[in-house]
Antibody, heavy 120, light 109 residues
Framework: EVQLVESGGGVVQPGGSLRLSCAASGFIFSRYWLHWVRQAPGKGLVWVSRMNSDGRSTSYADSVKGRFTISRDNAKNTLYLQMNGLKGEDTAVYYC?????????????WGQGTLVTVSS | QSALTQPPSASGSPGQSVTISCTGTSSDVGGYNYVSWYQQHPGKAPKLMIYEVIKRPSGVPDRFSGSKSGNTASLTVSGLQAEDEADYYCASYAGSAEAFGGGTKLTVL
């Protein structure tokens, strides 16, 4: 059974930093693209970032480019999202999601999400 | 990077069919056969319902079907059931990024 478990969310002041983690199990982690998707309270899903299977290629939404960094440790089956310069509009539930072996535009499995609240 | 356009709401009676549209551009929906659809119930994580425009993951009822014409993709739910009431989101690969639609709240009357 595929499991994705996010952690690291919490309350942070504007301008602060947080590092989210996503621990994966139940599949061959190193073979899949992985994504971060967020959902502000009462709002829709927004794609944030992705990393390919070997970690050599990354992409970011314009809204987080230069502030967020995605990374992965294939030895630890863990995906990360380093978030710096946080703003109020970054307040959201952050989901990690498993993509495909290559570009696919789909996210077959999701974690339960971790809430990030940016507030003074 | 722009969000894909979905109608905010849709509705139908049990047993009826309803279609939800998802409009993008030639840079996303129209440029790739990588459109997917997600069902999300309140307080839950999204669930993949359709991928690569028309494919259904194992376990998804065949009442759910997808299609695409030009820059617009569609999700059709046939034989509506009470449990289909949820938010539905489309998504598309867009080369250097990916995009979601704004979501459609499906109400079963």
């Amino acid at each position: 059974e595929v499991q994705l478990v996010e952690s690291g969310g919490g309350v942070v002041q504007p301008g602060g930093s947080l590092r989210l983690s996503c621990a994966a199990s139940g599949f061959i982690f190193s073979r899949y693209w992985l994504h971060w998707v967020r959902q502000a309270p009462g709002k829709g899903l927004v794609w944030v970032s992705r990393m390919n299977s070997d970690g050599r290629s990354t992409s970011y939404a314009d809204s987080v480019k230069g502030r967020f960094t995605i990374s992965r440790d294939n030895a630890k089956n863990t995906l990360y999202l380093q978030m710096n310069g946080l703003k109020g509009e970054d307040t959201a539930v952050y989901y990690c999601a498993r993509g495909g072996y290559d570009a696919s535009g789909s996210y077959g499995d999701w974690g339960q999400g971790t809430l990030v609240t940016v507030s003074s | 990077q722009s969000a894909l356009t979905q109608p905010p709401s849709a509705s139908g009676s049990p047993g009826q069919s309803v279609t939800i549209s998802c409009t993008g551009t030639s840079s996303d929906v129209g440029g790739y056969n990588y459109v997917s659809w997600y069902q999300q119930h309140p307080g839950k994580a999204p669930k993949l319902m359709i991928y690569e425009v028309i494919k259904r993951p194992s376990g998804v009822p065949d009442r759910f079907s997808g299609s695409k014409s030009g820059n617009t993709a569609s999700l059709t739910v046939s034989g509506l059931q009470a449990e289909d009431e949820a938010d539905y989101y489309c998504a598309s690969y867009a080369g250097s990024a990916e995009a979601f639609g704004g979501g459609t709240k499906l109400t079963v009357l």
